[in-house]
């Protein structure tokens, strides 16, 4: 093992947890990745990844180096230099539940020793790093945070498919609780990432990330809702889109869609909203107002389809309805809140007859009264209706529109259509 190598324990080894693993044993660590998913385990230690960014070739590298270990046992983090949480962090009852954060606190804090660094990554609204984690660790370390071992927080900026922007090349916010932890945090970031960004505090990293996908719920909120208008005002919102993105300065552009899906843009905003209602007692109208529209989504695809088949005279009840995508994103396995999966239910409970083709989810990946099929001329040529919720690249676009008789796409998947493609 080399002088700088560390011990690094990974609690939580999923879509956040194992490419950091990953990314460390890479650098030259030795890494324990803890998981309480037996199954989940099992499949690590057999050189089987569920985690789409990450590859089976990646993966059994990593279990060659002898430098992983997938456990479910923290006695094997014992001794460790380094340990992430990365845990998930979901809404249950429209509140927050860090019941994993506090489980993977309470697991670690008889290991914590002095000069050993603790980094929470898991989502979370502000004051949790110092809040909660740091009391759990230091009851159950006896020890004192800041003095005998240090603590911080680094949100995660995982983007489930993305292939530009990896962990690696992705700029890592990075905080500590005194300068000795922000500096322990940043050393061993350092060695991973290729740019780390140190901030004052926890709680600017806690809000940072959850900054950056309140302003991009808002925004996808906000273009939601004016593609319905425009679409009642007979206007076409993609070029109205493409038109305002020449303009260099002063816009970002968004594009509408069937909903927001995945861990991050339907539960973050709502983190802070929580926190900012039971610290201050006022509520985030920006993020109610976003949550309202963007959950809405689901029921005006369906509306819009109901639409568009009546024009053609045929009823929704009985229609056989052909989805392109389940997964939440593009070329990603990820199904976590995803839009689609609500209009596949919606299509089901009106009537519809629903198959649903995505290369990227596992044909275990099962809704009630959805027919899993491969994308087919037989498919398409049987539906009364395709519906693209997804854009995976790993749909022929040339065999959709050469079979199928009506589209109607939710993501202008299609750029040159032959008038039997109808958009959002």
């Not at 324990?32 to 089976?56: C, H, P, Q, Y």
Request: proline residues 6%; glycine residues 8%; contains cysteine.
């Amino acid at each position: 093992m080399a002088p700088e190598a560390l011990k690094v324990v990974v609690v939580g080894q999923g879509y956040v947890g194992l490419p950091l693993a990953m990314q460390a044993v890479e650098a030259g660590h030795v890494v324990v990745g803890i998981d309480i998913d037996e199954t989940r385990v099992n499949l690590l230690a057999n050189g089987e990844s569920f985690v789409e960014d990450i590859s089976a070739e990646i993966l059994q590298a990593a279990l060659r180096t002898g430098r992983y270990q997938p456990t479910m046992n923290f006695a094997n983090g014992e001794g460790f230099d380094v340990a992430v949480i990365t845990v998930p962090t979901p809404l249950i009852e429209g509140a927050p539940y860090l019941g994993l954060i506090e489980q993977a606190g309470r697991s670690l804090a008889p290991l914590v020793h002095p000069g050993c660094t603790v980094i929470l990554e898991s989502t979370t609204y502000p004051g949790t790093t110092e809040e909660l984690l740091v009391p759990l660790l230091e009851t159950g370390s006896q020890l004192v945070a800041g003095v005998d071992f240090q603590v911080g927080f680094s949100p995660e900026r995982i983007d489930p498919g993305n292939k530009k922007w990896r962990l690696r090349n992705t700029p890592k916010v990075v905080s500590g609780i005194d300068s000795r932890s922000l500096k322990a945090v940043k050393d061993f970031y350092d060695t991973i990432v290729e740019t780390t960004v140190p901030v004052q505090n926890p709680k600017v990293a806690e809000l940072t990330k959850l900054l950056e996908n309140t302003f991009r719920h808002i925004n996808i909120a906000l273009v939601n809702e004016l593609a319905i208008f425009a679409a009642q005002l007979g206007i076409d919102i993609w070029d109205v889109i493409e038109a305002a993105s020449t303009k260099p300065f002063g816009f970002l552009p968004f594009t509408p869609g069937p909903g927001v899906g995945g861990h991050c843009l339907p539960i973050d905003p709502r983190y802070l909203a929580w926190r900012v209602e039971q610290k201050l007692g006022r509520p985030f109208r920006f993020v109610a107002l976003a949550q309202e529209i963007n959950e809405y989504m689901p029921d005006y695809v369906v509306q819009r389809l109901m639409i568009g088949l009546n024009t053609k005279q045929r009823a929704l009840s009985g229609s056989r309805i052909l989805l392109l995508g389940l997964s939440y994103k593009a070329n990603s396995s990820d199904a976590r809140e995803s839009p689609a999966i609500g209009v596949a239910n919606r299509l089901v409970a009106l009537g519809a007859v629903v198959a649903a083709a995505d290369p990227h989810l596992d044909a275990t990946f099962e809704l009630e009264g959805v027919r899993r099929v491969d994308l087919s001329r037989e498919e398409l040529a049987m539906a009364d209706a395709v519906v693209v919720l997804t854009d995976h690249d790993a749909f022929d676009a040339e065999l959709v529109l050469s079979n199928a008789t009506y589209i109607f796409d939710t993501r202008h998947w299609l750029r040159e259509p032959r008038g039997n493609v109808e958009y959002l």
